[in-house]
Each structure stands twice: as C-alpha cells, then as structure tokens.
C-alpha cells in the first residue's frame, strides 16, 4: 500500500521558516516526479515546487528565491525548505508523487502551514 506521509508543518511568524518532509512508502521512488501542493479554502491545489528524478527543480513564481525543494532517494523522502515566510503562503500543503512512466499519482495528506503574527 502507498503511503505519502508530510509532516513538519506548523504556525509560523512572517519571515520565519519552516521545514516540510514527505516520506513515502513508494516502490521505485527514484524514478517519481516528486512535488509539493498547497490548496486554501475555496481554491484548487497548486503547485509550488516538484522535482524530477534527475534532481531538475520547478518551483511556483510566487515561491521562487524562497523555497527549496530536495530529496533523498535512499531515504524516500522529499523536503520543502521554506524562508521568508509570508502570511499569503499559508495553505495545506501536499506531497504528491508522479510516475510519467507508469501513469500513475499519489497524494499525501496534507500539512497545515499558517503564517500569522
């Protein structure tokens, strides 16, 4: 069974930082597109950082010189170096893991970051 599990979420002060990790019980996870999601109420999940299992990064505009994606491979594991906070990034962030290959996706299930003095 798959699991993506994030964690590493939390009420933060405006130009803190924060660290999100995903761990995921994923069979060839070296070979996934791994990403980061976030969703506020109302609106659709978007994208703000994924990583492909070559290591190239993409990142949203909104979070570009702020945030930093990585992963392990030995570890299964995806992180989300979050600075510079803003009170606009909070959301409930999601790890989401992609194979083109084999056509298939996961989500986690979702972190709540909050930005707030």
């Known amino acids: 069974q798959v699991q993506l599990v994030g964690s590493g979420g939390g009420l933060v002060q405006p130009g803190g930082s924060l660290r999100l990790s995903c761990a995921a019980s994923?069979?060839?996870?070296?070979?996934?597109?791994m990403g980061w999601y976030r969703q506020t109420p109302g609106n659709q999940r978007d994208l703000v950082a994924r990583?492909?299992?070559?290591?190239?990064?993409t990142y949203a505009d909104s979070v570009k010189g702020r945030f930093a994606i990585s992963r392990d491979n030995a570890k299964n594991t995806v992180d989300l170096q979050m600075n510079s906070l803003k009170p606009e990034d909070t959301a409930v962030y999601y790890c989401?893991?992609?194979?083109?290959?084999?056509?298939?996706?996961?989500w986690g299930q979702g972190t709540q970051v909050t930005v707030s003095s």
């Open positions: 989401r893991a992609n194979s083109l290959t084999r056509g298939i996706a996961y």
């Open positions: 994923l069979s060839g996870f070296s070979g996934y597109y």
């Open positions: 990583i492909a299992p070559g290591g190239a990064t």
